[in-house]
T-cell receptor, first 115, second 114 residues
Framework: AQTVTQSQPEMSVQEAETVTLSCTYD???????LFWYKQPPSRQMILVIRQEAYKQQNATENRFSVNFQKAAKSFSLKISDSQLGDAAMYFCAKNYGGSQGNLIFGKGTKLSVKP | NAGVTQTPKFRILKIGQSMTLQCTQDMNHNYMYWYRQDPGMGLKLIYY???????DKGEVPNGYNVSRSTTEDFPLRLELAAPSQTSVYFC?????????????FGNGTRLTVT
């Protein structure tokens, strides 16, 4: 069975600082997608960033970037210049079966941002 | 744009009751999905559909049924509600299954079975 593991239930960062959220996964597939989703208290799921496994270049979206290590099956999220609005649950997810909507999620990391 | 709309937002059911969670999207998306999110956990895929008339099981389909008679609608049916089905249910859609077509999520339905 495929699994996605987030080993940090909670993280805290000072406003304007940088924080890294960890994610590891297990799979026998060679081609797949990886995602980070943000879930604020409003409950809505918001896509933060995505990565195609066959691309070696790490994805970047403004203040958000990933460190994708395919051999190690690691996919961490780095948030730079943290803002109060970044406080939320963050979920790492991986697709399976070729469809980017068939997702396995980790249990999430609750990020707090201190002013 | 409405996007993905789920109704109701909240519901309390007694054990053994049945109900249908509604999901509709106005983006002409082919792919639709139902997820559940248990407290303190990530989302788990219940069922998905790649187009009208086509549905398939996800990771946790037991206790649920779906249908897809139109492109817009993808209702989720609970026939005999059980406490284990207490969860937040999310519907999502995408135009295709490729990475260039991201998932659009609804705001969720919080269901409590007592």
């Amino acid at each position: 069975a495929q699994t996605v593991t987030q080993s940090q239930p909670e993280m805290s960062v000072q406003e304007a600082e940088t924080v890294t959220l960890s994610c590891t996964y297990d799979t026998s597939e060679s081609d797949y997608y990886l995602f980070w989703y943000k879930q604020p208290p409003s409950r809505q799921m918001i896509l933060v960033i995505r990565q195609e496994a066959y691309k070696q270049q790490n994805a970047t979206e403004n203040r958000f970037s990933v460190n994708f290590q395919k051999a190690a099956k690691s996919f961490s999220l780095k948030i730079s210049d943290s803002q109060l609005g970044d406080a939320a649950m963050y979920f790492c997810a991986k697709n399976y079966g070729g469809s980017q909507g068939n997702l396995i999620f980790g249990k999430g990391t609750k990020l707090s941002v201190k002013p | 744009n409405a996007g993905v709309t789920q109704t109701p937002k909240f519901r309390i059911l007694k054990i053994g009751q049945s109900m249908t969670l509604q999901c509709t999207q106005d983006m002409n998306h082919n792919y639709m999905y139902w997820y559940r999110q248990d407290p303190g956990m990530g989302l788990k895929l219940i069922y998905y559909s790649v187009g009208a008339g086509i549905t398939d099981k996800g990771e946790v389909p037991n206790g649920y049924n779906v249908s897809r008679s139109t492109t817009e609608d993808f209702p989720l049916r609970l026939e005999l509600a059980a406490p284990s089905q207490t969860s937040v249910y999310f519907c999502a859609s995408s135009y295709s299954e490729g990475l260039g077509s991201p998932l659009h999520f609804g705001n969720g339905t919080r269901l409590t079975v007592t």
